[in-house]
Nanobody
Framework: QVQLVESGGGLVQPGESLRLSCAAS????????MGWYRQAPGKQREWVAI???????NYADSVKGRFTISRDSAKSTVHLQMNSLRPEDTAVYYC?????????WGKGTLVTVSS
């Protein structure tokens, strides 16, 4: 019904940038909120950013000013531009979509920030 596929993860040094993408297929449209979560080793999954149905972006305090979420509605794709990366940003990043009150998840993409 809904499939989310993340891409763009990798290994970078502190201070560098990465751009994650999430391609959605199925019943997802621009009317559905989409966002990003992450889960660091040994920690619970945490919310990172969301693009609401009205096109507004909200961010966790830990990434505000460094990360930018954007959406290409024509392609049902959500991006997460991550700048000034820190070692504490190391995690598996998951794409999330909300449809009819249900949460859908991608399989995740690993981001490692290390010197």
């Amino acid at each position: 019904q809904v499939q989310l596929v993340e891409s763009g993860g990798g290994l970078v040094q502190p201070g560098e940038s990465l751009r994650l993408s999430c391609a959605a297929s199925g019943s997802i449209s621009s009317r559905n909120a989409m966002g990003w979560y992450r889960q660091a080793p040994g920690k619970q999954r945490e919310w990172v950013a969301i693009m609401t149905t009205g096109g507004y972006a909200n961010y966790a305090d830990s990434v505000k000013g460094r990360f930018t979420i954007s959406r290409d509605s024509a392609k049902s794709t959500v991006h997460l531009q991550m700048n000034s990366l820190r070692p504490e940003d190391t995690a598996v990043y998951y794409c999330n979509a909300i449809l009819n009150g249900l949460n859908y998840w991608g399989k995740g993409t690993l981001v490692t920030v290390s010197s």
